[in-house]
């Protein structure tokens, strides 16, 4: 009886023991899935944190290079601009050579309009004005108007009235009181003369003599 008793209270203890062990058992694989859980929570936080990381920097790289095709594309235009101003700048300045260099030709050759006939075209006077001012910002001649050098024009007129025009008696009010040069004019063809104009301007300019009165 008291054997079949403890037989009994073996088995119990027995199975109270292997209930715990599975018990533990359990304990142990529900904390283990729990640190893989855990684990895998932390590998794909990490993987966010590295994802966004990654992110911000193409965002960067990219904010970047965007940057830097926009100085390109903004040196380049002001690249161009200037090429164009200079360019512009270049070519005006190249027309008003061009410009005075055809108006000291069209004044030196046989299209100059002669003093009576001149009187009887306002327009044509305003015009030659006007170009003999143009003439004279593009060479810096100063005051193309100023009275010494009308004066030394009427002086010529009256020279080349007396010389060239003999058959002319008719009195021209304007070269009233002007004495012609005592030296006779030397006609000369319009080459000529624009040689020796050139060749006489260039001798007065380098003895720093020009427009002295």
Known sequence: MVVTFLTAYVTFLIVIVTFLTVYVTFLIVIVTFLIAYVTFLIVIVTFLIAYVTFSIVIVTFLT?????????????????????????????????????????????????????????LPEYSVIEAHV?????????????CHPAIKRADLIALATEKRDLMPNSVEPWIYLAGIEALPIPVRPMSPQEAKLAFIKRFTELQSSRAIFKF
């Open 64 to 120: 970047a290079y965007v940057t830097l095709l926009i100085v390109i594309v903004t040196f380049l235009t002001a690249y161009v601009t200037l090429s164009i101003v200079i360019v512009t700048v270049s070519s005006f300045s190249n027309k008003i050579s061009i410009f005075a260099r055809q108006s000291f030709s069209w004044l030196t050759n046989t299209h100059i309009v002669v003093k009576p006939l001149k009187a009887l």
């Open 132 to 144: 003999s001012n143009i003439i004279a910002i593009a060479f810096n001649l100063g005051d193309c």
